[in-house]
């Protein structure tokens, strides 16, 4: 079992998100902390990218708040890095390909181990693209996490075959952001990975209330959510770590009871 | 690893797998119909008989007297329907997205040619259609948005980020994210993810093809140089490609160097970018030491963008084609140059290829020939230039 997988050892798992410096680097590090001591099984760090295109409106204003910010690559391995004194919990970064491959992979992936950084999710890196990074990631002790979206449909089994970490199953089309109903058949998707993988599958993209929380690790192991706690941050700034924190005790509650 | 769609180390497919089965059937569809008898004739009676193919390679002898240095001639995009070479690519892709069996179709547009021609070749063909365009842009060619809506598309301006031709793009793909079934995105540069810099490559290339055939029938030879302004590329791409293989034909792209390269405020990707990944393919773009894209800025709302098509980085990176910058100023001296002396007003993306003709034509000798991509019409842009000289004109 991977430092990842260590985060479903409870069966089913709350997985939060968050984008670095926004409002700033101090609260980011005090939401971990706050998200970690409420439960979150594991914490996903947006690094932002200044054109964010697999983010709604929700995420791309954070992104684009903690970049004018001053917000950079290294300030968040920094961040992290300080994080871990106080955060034992599974850790990955989400971010673009641009940001990775102009830091230089070697390079990133190696401050990934420093700071600890379990996996790293990148949005648009499609199976097709992976190999260009996978190595070097896995080299560093990093996984690398694949997304399977509703449109997969004949590629899932591909995917999910090679995938690692866990599999992160986008719950309905279109961009980051909450959703008052998802529609799509994530039973069926979930049956097909299954099918091909033995990993974790986390249902992320819409997730907002702990109903949905809870149908989402009942169908899958994991839920994850996004947008809903960055509109939480959004909203009280600098105070975000306890309402942010009491909202992530609420959801890993729900997706408990999907474990019973 | 897959190579497919690479020009050396550029091009590929970066983009969330959502759109990854959509651009394997585009591809796939592409590859059917592209050496289809009955596709290729249909495309080509479009092109003739609403387009108004071929375009005009005309010789533009005052300008040629006027600089005393090589013969010029120009080749007349700006005389297609709708005023620019993006009508070739828009009819192309959207009998493709007929034949995947999409009703809708959806673009980005910066100067609003491509949105144009896309809301054009849309109405023409029966499809619903939506256009993206930056804010800032809606802005700067009121009369173009307007266009588009006289011709059945909606317009939605988008106000995140620069409101520019970028986040014009990044909204279209996340549109194309969210509605994938029915739609078809017309991408309208040789840039994004492959398939698409090869398809709209293609489907330019008819202005290589027919001013290559149409300088030999004048002058018995080939052409010494031949130029184009660059944004993403397309017109660019599509002048050079059939010249690529004749090696002593100089291709020249020139680039937005907006206020001047020292200045930052540019739109130069090759005089100035980094290699990256962004829109969905490797290439050059401007952008920080983290890979934050750059904001960008040129006073053509075409070339306002800070990437370029991974074909092109590639004609760089080889040293096949040169690229050069050309300020705001130098565009608007052509811009008004061109329209004295020819009688021609060239759109403000396509003066930026008129100014670097103006610079190095004198130098050339009397015998030697160029040909300039004149890639579309300035009418859009007249009441810019007015303003740009201290003139209120509003249109």
């Given at each position: ?260 | ?12 497919q970066y983009i969330p797998e959502t759109l990854m089965n959509a651009v394997i059937e585009l591809e796939e569809t592409y590859n059917e119909y592209k050496n289809n008898e009955a596709f290729v004739k249909e495309l080509d009676d479009l092109l003739k008989t609403y387009a108004g193919r071929p375009s005009l390679l005309y010789y533009a002898d005052r300008m040629t007297r006027d600089l005393g240095g090589a013969k010029i001639y120009i080749k007349r995009e700006d005389l297609n329907h709708t005023g620019s070479h993006k009508i070739n690519n828009a009819l192309g892709q959207i009998l493709l997205a007929k034949k995947m069996g999409k009703t809708r179709v959806i673009a980005e547009t ?88 090869t398809i709209v490559r293609d489907f330019q290339s008819i202005i290589s093809k027919e001013a290559r055939q149409q300088i030999l029938d004048t002058e018995g030879r080939l052409p010494d140089v031949v130029m184009a302004c660059v944004g993403g590329g397309s017109n660019a791409m599509g002048m050079f490609y059939n010249f690529i293989n004749d090696k002593s034909v ?146």
């Amino acid at each position: 079992m991977t430092k990842v997988q260590d985060a479903f050892k409870n069966k089913k798992a709350f997985i939060a998100f968050i984008t670095a410096g926004d409002p700033d680097m101090e609260t980011t590090e005090k939401i971990i902390i706050s998200m970690a001591e409420n439960g979150a099984d594991l914490i996903e760090i947006g690094i932002p990218f200044s054109d964010p295109v697999a983010e709604g409106p929700v995420i791309e204003q954070a992104s684009l708040r903690s970049l004018a910010n001053g917000t950079t690559t290294d300030k968040i391995f920094a961040m992290v890095k300080k994080v871990r004194e106080k955060v034992q919990i599974p850790m990955a970064f989400m971010t673009y390909a641009n940001l990775l491959f102009v830091y230089g992979k070697e390079k990133f992936f190696a401050k990934c181990r420093e700071a600890d950084i379990n996996a790293i999710i990148i949005p648009d890196i499609p199976f097709e693209e992976k190999d260009e990074l996978i190595s070097y990631a896995n080299k560093e002790g990093v996984e690398m996490v694949s997304l399977i979206a509703p449109t997969s449909l004949q590629r899932i089994g591909m995917i999910a075959k090679e995938a690692q970490g866990f599999i992160y199953l986008v719950s309905s089309l279109g961009v980051t952001g909450v959703r008052s109903e998802i529609k799509t058949d994530l039973a069926g998707i979930v049956k097909v990975i299954r099918q091909n993988s033995k990993i974790p599958v986390g249902i992320g993209f819409g997730i907002a209330t702990p109903e949905q929380a809870y149908k989402a690790a009942k169908t899958a192991d994991a839920a994850i959510v996004g947008s809903a706690i960055v509109n939480i941050i959004a909203q009280h700034g600098r105070n975000a770590p306890e309402p942010v924190g009491a909202y992530v005790r609420k959801m890993k509650e729900a997706v408990m009871r999907a474990a019973e | 690893m897959s190579k497919k769609g690479r020009f050396g180390i550029h091009g590929g497919q970066y983009i969330p797998e959502t759109l990854m089965n959509a651009v394997i059937e585009l591809e796939e569809t592409y590859n059917e119909y592209k050496n289809n008898e009955a596709f290729v004739k249909e495309l080509d009676d479009l092109l003739k008989t609403y387009a108004g193919r071929p375009s005009l390679l005309y010789y533009a002898d005052r300008m040629t007297r006027d600089l005393g240095g090589a013969k010029i001639y120009i080749k007349r995009e700006d005389l297609n329907h709708t005023g620019s070479h993006k009508i070739n690519n828009a009819l192309g892709q959207i009998l493709l997205a007929k034949k995947m069996g999409k009703t809708r179709v959806i673009a980005e547009t910066g100067a609003g040619q491509h949105g144009v021609a896309t809301a054009t070749a849309a109405a023409f063909m029966g499809m619903e259609c939506e256009i993206f365009m930056g804010r800032e842009d809606t802005d700067r060619q009121r009369l173009n948005v307007y266009r588009m809506e006289l011709l059945g598309a909606k317009v939605h301006a988008v106000t995140s980020g620069t409101q520019t031709l970028k986040d014009a793009v990044n909204e279209t793909m996340r549109e194309w994210t969210k509605r994938i079934d029915d739609t078809h995105y017309v991408l309208g540069s040789v840039m994004g993810p492959h398939p698409f810099p090869t398809i709209v490559r293609d489907f330019q290339s008819i202005i290589s093809k027919e001013a290559r055939q149409q300088i030999l029938d004048t002058e018995g030879r080939l052409p010494d140089v031949v130029m184009a302004c660059v944004g993403g590329g397309s017109n660019a791409m599509g002048m050079f490609y059939n010249f690529i293989n004749d090696k002593s034909v100089r291709l020249i792209g020139c680039e937005a160097a907006g206020r001047g390269i020292e200045t930052g405020k540019h739109a130069a990707t090759l005089t100035t970018g980094t290699e990256g990944i962004f829109h969905g393919m490797k290439s050059y773009f401007c952008q920080d030491e983290y890979g934050q894209i750059a904001p960008v800025y040129s006073i053509s709302a075409g070339l306002d963008y800070p990437g370029i098509g991974p074909e092109h980085a590639y004609l760089h990176d080889t040293g096949r084609a040169e690229y050069v910058p050309v300020t705001d100023d130098e565009a608007v001296d052509a811009f008004e140059y061109l329209s004295h002396v020819e009688g021609i007003i060239p759109a403000i993306e396509s003066a930026h290829a008129v100014a670097h003709a103006i610079k190095i034509a004198p130098k050339m000798k009397k015998d030697a020939v160029m040909i300039i991509c004149l890639s579309g019409r300035g009418d859009k842009d007249v009441a810019a230039i007015a303003r740009y000289r201290g003139i209120d004109i509003h249109d």
